[in-house]
T-cell receptor
Framework: DAKTTQPNSMESNEEEPVHLPCNHSTISGTDYIHWYRQLPSQGPEYVIHGLTSNVNNRMASLAIAEDRKSSTLILHRATLRDAAVYYCILRQEGSARQLTFGSGTQLTVLP | GAVVSQHPSRVICKSGTSVKIECRSLDFQATTMFWYRQFPKQSLMLMATSNEGSKATYEQGVEKDKFLINHASLTLSTLTVTSAHPEDSSFYIC?????????????FGPGTRLTVT
């Protein structure tokens, strides 16, 4: 699976939007962009995924660059419970391979 | 989403003893289960992949005789850490994937914190 690059850490104020960037310049045409997050002492949980178009769900929005070499996970109003490590992972469509985690971005939400 | 459970959530054992961790898919049949290990401040590292009814495939550097994996049914996989040592203390996370066309999403358990004293 292609490699992704994320900042090690970010801070946000509570109730403000957060934009978490991810670079994936070697993405292939069949790679989906997945985001997972891991709250302290818990297993990862699915957040959102997309291929080309921007995606919205109840947890977040995913904005994908036109050339697909980068994407941004958007939390519209950060809460203290959103403090977690956010992982951006590329996965080929229909792949049977396991998810491979990079180092992710540690998001700190300040009250 | 699908639910994966792990038991126990945390365990403390003495050096030299063995510990078994269970991973269950509660509402779907998991043909493939993955075991990850996570040390403090680090990312998840895949240890092994198991398919129901087959022997597990271990990642390079993971001792198969130390980390015994059994995936005897479509809803249960177990990881046994044999002759545990303090350096095996870690957060162990299982993940399950269902069967059928399009079932390639992975669902994660809540993790098991192992402390070896």
């Amino acid at each position: 699976d292609a490699k992704t690059t994320q900042p090690n850490s970010m801070e946000s104020n509570e109730e403000e939007p957060v934009h978490l960037p991810c670079n994936h310049s070697t993405i292939s045409g069949t790679d989906y962009i997945h985001w997972y997050r891991q709250l302290p002492s818990q297993g990862p949980e699915y957040v959102i995924h997309g291929l080309t178009s921007n995606v919205n769900n109840r947890m977040a929005s995913l904005a994908i660059a036109e050339d697909r070499k980068s994407s941004t996970l958007i939390l519209h109003r950060a809460t203290l419970r959103d403090a977690a490590v956010y992982y951006c992972i590329l996965r080929q469509e229909g792949s049977a391979r396991q998810l491979t985690f990079g180092s992710g971005t540690q998001l700190t939400v300040l009250p | 989403g699908a639910v994966v459970s792990q038991h126990p959530s945390r365990v403390i054992c003495k050096s030299g003893t063995s510990v078994k961790i269970e991973c269950r898919s509660l509402d779907f049949q998991a043909t493939t289960m993955f075991w990850y290990r996570q040390f403090p401040k680090q990312s998840l590292m895949l240890m092994a992949t198991s398919n129901e009814g087959s022997k597990a495939t271990y990642e390079q550097g993971v001792e198969k005789d130390k980390f015994l994996i059994n995936h005897a049914s479509l809803t249960l996989s177990t990881l046994t850490v044999t002759s545990a040592h303090p350096e095996d203390s870690s957060f162990y996370i299982c993940s399950a994937r269902g069967s059928g066309a399009g079932s390639y999403e992975q669902y994660f358990g809540p993790g098991t914190r192992l402390t070896v004293t």
